[in-house]
Every structure is written in structure tokens, then in C-alpha cells.
């Protein structure tokens, strides 16, 4: 009977050739997995590289929908009594009545004055303040944007009307302090005004809306 002797080192071939395909698997199964890994990671790093972006992008958008806009240095009240660069972007006119009246022993005197004023409504320039977040895709949301008053100037003639008591008259200090009392009132109604305030918000979402072109901006 014949046989075949199995010449020395004839199996390696084969087990050097398992090796190879299960180093290949291995290796393709860990590449697999870092994928899968590295994956969330990105996402997540997108994620926080758009929402540190946001404000930038806002301010990217404002410098061009408001370039050639009047820009004003006003020392806002509203804003800590800070010089601030503005915005002016509404502008109204509105009547303002202010009556004083003192009694002293039992006589009372009264004063009204009525003067029409125009005010002037903006944001600021550099939109401090102003919280930018990424919101659905290619959408982001302003959050406290505050529009200011700009200015509260007087116009038109002024009416007063004034009535003594017997004893109880009107001196100038209490004239000179109505005036001033005059001017604090039209800034409160002017900044109590929901209406021209709202006016600025949809003013200035309308002029980033109508410049960009690759994301929409909501209040």
C-alpha cells in the first residue's frame, strides 16, 4: 500500500491564511465601532459649534440689514444710564397731559399741562444682551431683545391751564418742577408703550429675516 508522507511545515499555509482573514475581521470590526462611537461625538460637537455660533451669526445678519441705518450714541435710562450705540427704527407722536393739584388750608390750587411729544424707538447697535439659540434646523431664536426709547422730545406749543386757591397760589419753583415732572411722564409712557415696543421687535426680525439667506430668525 502506498502513503503519502506529509512533507514538514505542509499546514502552514492554511493557518497563516486563517490568521490573515481573522486579523482583517478584527480589524474592520474595530474600525466599525470607532465609526459608531466617533459618530455621536461629532453630532454633539456640531451641536455646540452651532449654538456658540448663533450670536455671531445674528450679528453677521444685523451688520448687513442694517448697513447705512442711522446709528445714534444715546445715554439710555432704560439701560443703566450707559452711553449706547443705537439703532433708531420707529418713530411716534403722542400727547401727554400732566395735572398737579396741592391743597393748604382748605384752598387748592391746580395745574394741567398738556404737550405733544415725539419718540423715537431703537435697539442696540451691538445687541448686548441679546440670547441667540439654534432651534429647529436653520432656525434661530432671539430671546431679550429689548427695544429702548431713543429719544422724548417736546413739539408743537404747550397748553396750560392753571387755577389758584384764595390763599393757595402757584409759585414758579412748582411751574419749573411740573415741567420736569412734565418730561419724566412722557419717557414712562413712551417705554410703557407695548405697542411701539413690539413694533422695534418685528422691525428688526423682519430686517434680519429679509437679509438672510440660509437660516430664519424668530422671536
Not at 46 to 72: P, R, S
Not at 121 to 140: Q, R, S
Amino acid at each position: 500500500m502506498n502513503s503519502e508522507k506529509v512533507k514538514p511545515g505542509g499546514g502552514w499555509p492554511s493557518v497563516v491564511k486563517y490568521a490573515i482573514v481573522s486579523a482583517t475581521l478584527l480589524v474592520l470590526a474595530w474600525l466599525t465601532f470607532l465609526a459608531t462611537v466617533d459618530r455621536p461625538q461629532k453630532t454633539v460637537n456640531n451641536v455646540i459649534n452651532k449654538v456658540d455660533n448663533a450670536l455671531d451669526k445674528v450679528l453677521d445678519v444685523a451688520g448687513k440689514a442694517f448697513k447705512g441705518h442711522k446709528i445714534e450714541k444715546v445715554v439710555s435710562t432704560e439701560l443703566g444710564g450707559r452711553s449706547v450705540m443705537m439703532y433708531a427704527l420707529y418713530e411716534k407722536e403722542m400727547n401727554v397731559v400732566y395735572r398737579y393739584s396741592n391743597t393748604w388750608g382748605g384752598s387748592t390750587k391746580t395745574m394741567c399741562i398738556t404737550q405733544k411729544f415725539r419718540v423715537r424707538y431703537g435697539i442696540d447697535a451691538t445687541l448686548e444682551g441679546v440670547n441667540a439659540k439654534w432651534g429647529a434646523p436653520g432656525v434661530i431664536k432671539l430671546e431679550n431683545l429689548t427695544p429702548v426709547v431713543i429719544s422724548c422730545e417736546r413739539i408743537g406749543k404747550q397748553e396750560i391751564e392753571e387755577e389758584n386757591g384764595i390763599w393757595n397760589k402757584l409759585q414758579s419753583e412748582e411751574r419749573a418742577n411740573a415741567q420736569t415732572a412734565l418730561d419724566e411722564q412722557a419717557r414712562r409712557d413712551a417705554g410703557a408703550d407695548a405697542a411701539a415696543l413690539e413694533c422695534v421687535r418685528r422691525r428688526v426680525l423682519d430686517a434680519l429675516n429679509g437679509q438672510a439667506q440660509d437660516v430664519q430668525f424668530q422671536l
